[in-house]
């Protein structure tokens, strides 16, 4: 009996994805384990993987079909021995449930003689992987004046490094130009179509402000002591190469922190606190399609070269969308530092589930009193946003304490 292959849900908050590429035509024969497709979700691109052995016998769903729905009907696998003559049985059956749930994949059960070039843009929106968007942006490119090579005119890399960098946009129709520039009240505007990670953000966020009471401390946080450390570590480490950031040596405080003061490493569960008994530390990302969060597993037992190694190469992985649901899923705590903008200071919004987020602005010098004189040194805000449900006002202010200890005190962060 022919096996329906099904668009996976590939993280717990995923409700559709992208169907970027399909790495089987009709026809092939796959085995348990074999990378059949790449798969956008709400967070990065992630390779699919059969599970049954067979022959590829339809492809309800065509590669670059966005908006897919789990559990759609995405291709048909026949299992062994069975007779590949089924196959346009097969695809009818295939097609109307793909139909159902996904009216875009109706282009696939269509015959395959007369290819249409579909254009680059549905609306205002440029249709191109993460990775040709990470390069343009880099380069300094306009997707829009590039001509996609992909499927239904999709942009990849080799469209990107092909173009010249500040080319003027390519004439777009007029019908499509037009529907985009209706004013709104007498002020043109342009609109574009929302990402699914930038639903995933809308979505977190506004359940973040309406059901979870935030409650705020700020401490100011003297650096010198922490700059002198990270100069020296650098120094000693420069051969392994090695180069601590001040953000890695925040990861280890907020950390150690959490330890310290383990009230607040904790979570709001309905009816129950849930209590950590370790430190994951969730660190915002700017990613070109959106804020993501990549986890330093255990970052209070790991050494702070450890935690920098591990920080860039997630860091990478989330800037080129290919991080793995296990680095950025969980956590028990989030540091969002905006200091390298030259922010002084902000109230970030707590990442449910977690009870709290630490938010950093950017070490500045300022007049400080030292020793009972006046003086100046290298200061830094910190705010810790609390979720009041489960962490209590006393208890967010001990652990900003302890934060701010482990700052001007450093070599708790290296013992």
Known sequence: ??????????????????????????????????????????????????????????????????????GTVIAVLAGEGEDASAKPAAKASAAKPAAATAPVAVAAAAPAAAPVVAPVAKGDRVIASPLAKRIAEQKGVDLKAVKGSGPGGRIVKADVEAAQPGAAPAAAPAGPVAAAQVPDFGIPYEAEKLNNVRKTIARRLTEAKQTIPHIYLTVDVRLDALLKLRGEINKALEHDGVKLSVNDLLIKALAKALIRVPKCNVSFAGNELRKYSRADISVAVAAPSGLITPIITDAAAKGVAQISTEMKALADKAREGNLMPHEYQGGTASLSNLGMFGIKQFDAVINPPQAMIMAVGAGEQRPYVVDGALSVASVMSATGSFDHRAIDGADGAQLMQAFKDLIENPLGLVA
């Not at 717990?12 to 790495?23: F, Q, Y």
């Not at 967070?43 to 079909?65: L, Q, R, W, Y």
């Open 1 to 70: 009996m022919p096996i329906e292959i099904k668009m996976p849900a590939l993280s717990p908050t995923m409700e559709e994805g992208t169907l970027a590429k399909w790495l089987v035509k009709e026809g092939d024969t796959v085995s348990s384990g074999d990378i059949m497709a790449e798969i956008e979700t709400d967070k990065a691109t992630m390779e699919f993987e059969a599970v049954d052995e067979g022959m590829i016998v339809s492809i309800s769903v065509p590669e670059g079909t966005e908006g897919v729905k789990v």
